[in-house]
């Protein structure tokens, strides 16, 4: 029976598959280790924070670090980047993670001590929102650098990455949308974009939708639905480089090379290129592209150096030097059992399996459907449908080993030509074709005219076989052509006639993914009041992906992908218009091994919006009383519906809000658009009072009357204001007041009258707060000596607002709390006193706190003993000021100034000033301040001369005395008073 093309290829990759499985041992069958995916809640978005651990385990097989949260994972990477490599750890996933489009640090950034090296499961959970990766390290993905050792299973990540790679130290950059490079990766799926941009400089830079590079650990089961753009050198679907095996992978989306530079950029759907071991049992379906003249494509791998075993292609693969539907270029390897139903085009050699097929490379039991063009004429004959290009190897007696190196056996194509390879060195090649069982689908091709579909075994055929190892194998008319052998398995039964249109497959295949509970909801929904109403899926299987869709209608007309919902349930949006909405859920099942995705669509659920009652609203009015003033008034509305503000003309409109006559009126609110019903609401228009304001007084004590003020605006003229200190008996044209604290506060009442409006009352209060006092003039310590009587100890000081109090306390550093009295205190015994003073304020002042001012009572004196004598038997106190004190003051201070900037000049330190009998105190102030200088003062008093020698370290300074005395003089520095005229 005649099945479609398209599913009969996809049938023929399963078995294409499933033979080799058996091949290699029961470890790769479908299914043996595949983990599945299961549907789970959306998970809370990365905060950016870091933990300080994992949520439990010690790293054993048996109990592995678990890690539930962004934060954990993210501690993850800070431990591998602060050195720790977690060699011989085991790590597994226990929740989905959302990332939240935050720049991720990979998990090891860069080569030897910040790498990873353990045993990574992701447990079957996702990583959401991986959008933005740190770039200016050299590996770059979820996972850096995972090469050592390292493993990574059972995990699927979304990510939207578009990554300009800033990194500029030695090695090229590995990226990739799970892992920069990776020494072993299994069932892994990666979904979104991966799109890179490197500078060019940088060579053998490295990307691929799962991995940058994948190392001898190999690869397994790992799929990539994510479009990959980047201008690499190896860029891949899957990874840009591999070398270790890859068996069982699959490449869904677009890989578009984009590279400008002129050496060969070489990408393919699986893998740019393989450096060792085999590729076995991969599929690709994403178009594979390139319009850059050097770079190498090819559906399955851009370059391959060893065995290419039951791969198919059914992407377009387009563009580039060379291309082919399986390989770009074959190096010294093999191609079985492989097959390409796509187009292939390139720029100088396309070829339906190989574009270039290099020394000692064969190609074996391999399908073509479809046309290998080019697009510019570079060369004659080079679009081939099974190689692009052959290189020239002749068969003489020198290099007869070579003998069949290259060449293409038991193959099968349908396509529009029957060009077998496109470019082919010169020579006879009559004998040596190296072409066995090509099967033409218009059957040109016959024993009568290739002797190498002889049924005599020959040397030559023996020498394909034996090359083949085991693959080719005898034809059996009896059985309709079948191929026997290898395909007769308990497996499945692949049989073919004579056409590729007529396989036919029985046996193995992936289960069919359906729809076990549709989404729907029980009732229609009320319109505003429907949050956390979900639509959900459930289905046969759990290696699932998700992706929920809007549309017009239930025939999914214009049916729209939902972003970010790509879980088994969707969240109704609490802002749907009233009428119906119509969504379903498109569900892929992930290929468990086989290769095959299966796609279906949910039933469309018919979300039914009805409109909402405004009884439920809330109907506010700006205000219910406007004042009459003759005009149109209009009263404002707010209507909201829960936290939902309605706007008017488009939720409701109104009526009755405005009116101009004093007395009630009634306003209705009626629903429109998502809202029906009517509200109403009265609202009154009243007779306008007078605007009045009494504005209340408060103010310190000045010693002034205060009242209160009150201000008539509306109307301006014709109020009479009246005023009174008792409730109703405003009698009074201007308001009372009051002068002292004590009195304060004072209510006034008022009453405002109008011919045309209401009477207006209303009250006001006058209040005076106490002033600070002063102290017009210090108490100050007198100068004094014993002389066997009682003595002021100081000077009297003055307050304004209080009277001075008066105390003798026992320190400079407590005020007394006893002893307090207005007369200065006196004593007559020699000794220091301390002397305490504070302002005690009247009714309407505030006191002043105490303060402390030291006084000493000096020993009577008897004269200078060891100094020269004196004139006086006695000292007096200081000298009061002399007349025309400033002046004096001014010319002492001259003189001083003068000669003290001279004795600074000339370095001598000495100071001689005759002058006066007395210093002011700013002299002693400015000898202090110059410690080096010596003053030399000479002095007459009572008509006997003096002369003072004080040096500026020695300087007192004595604010409590203005004017430096001769006897005062005598008595602080009495060694030092010398009488002038000895």
Aim: net charge negative.
């Amino acid at each position: 029976m005649k099945r479609n093309d398209h599913n009969i290829f996809r049938r023929i990759g399963a078995v294409l598959l499933c033979a080799a499985l058996i091949l290699v041992g029961t470890e790769l069958v479908p299914g043996a280790s595949v983990k599945a995916y299961a549907a789970s809640a959306k998970p809370t978005p990365w905060d950016g924070s870091v933990a300080t651990g994992f949520a439990a385990g010690d790293g054993s097989r048996s109990a592995p670090y678990e890690i539930a949260t962004p934060a954990q994972l993210a501690y993850l990477a800070k431990s591998v980047n602060d050195g720790n490599n977690y060699t011989g750890k085991y790590l597994k996933l226990t929740s989905d993670i959302d990332l939240n489009s935050k720049e991720w640090t990979p998990v090891g950034t860069d080569d030897d001590n910040y790498k990873f090296k353990g045993f990574f499961d992701g447990n079957g959970h996702s990583i959401y929102n991986l959008n933005s990766v740190k770039s200016d390290v050299r590996y770059i993905g979820l996972f850096g650098n995972a090469l050592d050792t390292a493993s990574i299973e059972n995990l699927r990540v979304y990510g939207n990455l578009n990554i300009s790679v800033t990194y500029s130290g030695s090695g090229a950059p590995y990226i990739g949308g799970i892992a920069g490079g990776a020494f072993k990766i299994e069932n892994c799926v990666f979904i979104g974009i991966l799109s890179v941009t490197v500078n060019e400089t940088v060579e053998q830079t490295n990307v691929g939708g799962i991995a940058g590079f994948v190392n001898s650990g190999g690869a397994s089961r790992c799929i990539n639905y994510a479009s990959v753009t980047a201008n690499a050198d190896r860029l891949g679907g899957v990874f840009g480089d591999a070398n270790g095996y890859v068996d069982i992978c699959h490449n869904y989306g677009t890989v578009s090379s984009v590279s400008t530079m002129n050496a060969h950029a070489i990408v393919g759907g699986i893998a740019g290129k393989t450096q060792s071991n085999r590729i076995a049992f991969c599929h690709n379906e994403g178009t594979v592209k390139s319009r850059h003249a050097n770079d190498y494509l090819g559906g399955i791998l851009g370059f391959a150096t060893e065995s290419v075993i039951c791969c198919y292609n059914e992407g377009l693969v387009d563009g580039g030097y060379l291309a082919g539907g399986i390989v770009g270029t074959l190096e010294g390897g093999n191609i079985w059992h492989c097959y390409n139903k796509s187009n292939v085009k390139s720029l100088d050699y396309a070829g339906g399996i190989v574009g270039d097929l290099m020394v000692n490379a064969v190609i074996a039991r391999s399908i073509v459907i479809g046309n290998a063009q080019i697009e510019r004429k570079a060369y004659n004959n080079d679009a081939g449908q099974f190689a692009g290009r052959v290189p020239n190897i002749l068969y003489t007696a020198e290099n007869a080993a070579l003998e069949y190196t290259n060449y293409i056996a038991e193959c099968r194509y349908k396509g529009d030509n029957t060009i077998i390879y496109g470019q082919h060195c010169p020579g006879d090649y009559s004998q040596y074709y190296r072409l066995e069982n090509i099967d033409w689908s218009d059957s040109k091709w016959s024993k009568a005219t290739d002797p190498f579909l002889s049924d005599d075994p020959s040397s030559k055929k023996d020498k394909i076989k034996n090359a083949c190892a085991g693959f080719a194998t005898d034809r059996d008319s009896a059985t309709n052509n079948a191929f026997t052998g290898l395909y007769g398995s308990d497996y499945f039964d692949f049989q073919h006639g004579s056409t590729p249109e007529s396989f036919s497959l029985k046996g193995l295949a992936e289960p069919e993914v359906t729809i076990t509970g549709q989404p729907g909801l029980a009732s229609s929904l009320t319109y505003g009041g429907y949050n956390d109403q979900v639509l959900s899926v459930s289905t046969s299987v759990a290696n699932v992906l998700y992706q929920w869709y809007e549309c017009d209608d239930v025939n999914k007309t214009n049916a729209t992908p939902i972003t970010n919902e790509i879980y088994d349930s969707y969240n109704l949006p609490d802002n749907l218009s009233v009428g119906n909405h119509y969504y379903f859920c498109r569900v892929t099942g992930i290929s468990n091994g086989n290769g095959m995705a299966k796609t279906v669509d949910s039933n469309v659920a018919t979300v039914t919006v009805d409109l909402i009652s405004l009884n439920d609203a809330d109907v506010t009015l700006g205000s219910n009383q406007l004042q009459y003033d003759g005009t149109t008034q209009t009263v404002s509305v707010t209507v909201k519906h829960g936290s939902d503000n309605l706007t008017e003309g488009v939720d409701y409109t109104i009526a009755g809000n405005t009116a101009t006559d004093k007395g009630a009126h009634t306003l209705t609110v009626t629903g429109q658009g998502n809202y029906t019903g009517t509200v109403s609401r009265t609202w009154s228009i009243t007779e306008h009072p007078m605007t009045v304001s009494g504005n209340s007084v408060t103010c310190t004590y000045d010693g002034r009357p205060h009242g209160i003020t009150v201000t008539v605006t509306e109307p301006s003229q014709g109020a009479t204001v009246k005023y009174g200190i008792t409730s109703g008996t405003c009698n009074l044209t201007e308001s009372p007041t009051i002068t002292n604290v004590e009195d304060s506060p004072l209510t006034v009442y008022y009453e405002v009258t109008h011919s045309s409006f209401d009477t207006y009352t209303g009250t006001a209060t006058v209040t005076i707060n106490k002033a600070s006092s002063s102290i017009k003039t210090q108490p100050k310590a007198l100068t004094l000596t014993e002389n066997g009587t009682e003595q002021e100890l100081v000077e009297e000081g003055l307050a304004d607002g209080g009277d001075i109090l008066y105390a003798i306390g026992d320190s400079k550093k407590t005020a007394p709390t006893t002893g307090w009295g207005s007369g200065v205190p006196k004593k007559s015994a020699k000794g220091t006193y301390y002397v305490w003073y504070k302002v005690e304020g009247d009714g309407n002042h505030n006191g002043i706190d105490p303060a402390c001012v030291e006084v000493t009572i000096g020993e009577k004196s008897s004269g200078n003993t060891s100094g020269p004598s004196y004139s006086s038997s006695s000292l007096p106190a200081p000298a009061p000021a002399p007349a025309e004190s400033k002046s004096y003051t001014d010319r002492m201070e001259e003189k001083f100034d003068t000669a003290l900037a001279l004795a600074i000049e000339a370095g001598n330190g000495t100071v001689n000033i005759k002058s006066g009998d007395s210093l002011p105190v700013d002299i002693m102030r400015k000898l202090k301040d110059h410690p080096d200088i010596t003053l030399v003062y000479e002095y007459t008093y009572k008509d006997v001369k003096y002369r003072v020698v004080i040096k500026g370290t020695d300087a007192i300074i004595d604010d409590g005395i203005p004017w430096y005395g001769p006897l005062w003089l005598a008595a602080h520095y009495g060694n030092r008073l010398t009488n002038a005229s000895e």
